[in-house]
């Protein structure tokens, strides 16, 4: 059974920074891709970035810039540096999986087939 746990989450001000992680346990093949979403009360689940175990990497335009995703194949860990962090930013962050699917349609699609339990981002203007 593949599981992710999510780590990181936390308050900033804004311009600040902070870093989520997700591991993944339970995978059954070598390839993945691993994608932080984002959905906010009333919203739609935005992809805000994704990368998979090749280290093709895809954003979300609203994070290009400011954020930066790296995973650890040693771990199976995939980490989310957020720098620049906005008010908008506040939300909270999830990450998913999917064993099959590229990286752009795993953003854009809105997440894969296993979740992690998400984790809160708070930025303070």
């Known amino acids: 059974q593949v599981q992710l746990v999510e780590s990181g989450g936390g308050l900033a001000h804004t311009g600040g920074s902070l870093t989520l992680s997700c591991t993944a346990s339970?995978?059954?093949?070598?390839?993945?891709?691993i994608g932080w979403f984002r959905q906010g009360s009333g919203k739609e689940r935005e992809g805000v970035s994704c990368?998979?175990?090749?280290?093709?990497?895809y954003y979300g335009d609203s994070v290009k810039g400011r954020f930066t995703i790296s995973r650890d194949r040693a771990t199976d860990t995939v980490y989310l540096q957020m720098n620049g962090l906005k008010p908008e930013d506040t939300d909270v962050y999830y990450c998913?999986?999917?064993?099959?699917?590229?990286?752009?349609?795993?953003?854009?699609?809105?997440?894969?087939?296993?979740w992690g339990q998400g984790t809160q981002v708070t930025v303070s203007s």
């Open positions: 339970g995978l059954f093949s070598d390839y993945y891709v």
């Open positions: 990368i998979n175990s090749e280290g093709s990497v």
């Open positions: 998913s999986l999917n064993p099959h699917w590229p990286v752009r349609p795993m953003c854009e699609m809105g997440g894969g087939n296993y």
